[in-house]
């Protein structure tokens, strides 16, 4: 079991001719494979800071992170191991994507740098991740990003997440800039590959009811603070801190159904 833990930590930064902002203040939790976990809260409530820390794009001011009981090293190979370990999908799919390269190069590189496959695999490795993500394959794989559709983007995005084998993924915002039509579809895939790949989801959104429906649990982020963290069912319908009561009563319908992870769409199409 694949454990990452995320103790006490803060982030200060200081701004020259500003007072010194407190983006996560004292931030704990912890995320195994084959759970999902949903961070909520309104911009600026430090969620992306989280996902930044995680994916060493920043560092703590204090506190550590740990995998499997291991602090994060900050160099070397050791370093590679873990972001190898955890992958991000990125909340948008066209600026993650590099525009002046195709698709199969954009699932290659990550085989080719972490060694996962032989050499003379590596493209029937890509033929079989863009697959996982239910893609066209010949259609997709040396057209580039500008001639696809956002979901299509998003899935791209996904199988190159996956070309590592990561057991932990974190998913910012992962559905908030594609068309309404075609996010459920991508969550749908997103709770497929997380009950298959037994990965570990950290699920970063501002939106109460795919929350609900995704995640095993919820934490609520406010300035930087949790202020409630339970099972996903307790905290949407019996919030108890008055920050996610608002975002409750916020929210056009919390209790909304939402069929993740039993439909099946066609990537071809989105």
Known sequence: MTTLEFRNVSKIYHVRGASALRALDDVSFTLQDRQTIALVGQSGS???TIAKILTQLERPTSGEILLDGTPIPRRGRALRGYRQTLRMVFQDPFA?????HSIRHHIERPLRLDRVVPKDQVDAEVRRLLERVRLDVDATIDRRPHELSGGQRQRVAIARALASRPKLLVADEPVSMLDVSIRLGVLNLLADLQREEGLGVLYITHDLATARHFSDEIMVLNHGKVVEHGSA???????????????RAASPDPEAHFAVGSATTGGGAA
């Open 46 to 48: 430090g969620k992306s």
């Open 96 to 100: 993650s994507l590099n525009p002046y």
């Open 233 to 247: 069912d307790d905290v949407i319908l019996r919030p108890q801190d008055p920050y996610t009561q608002e975002l």
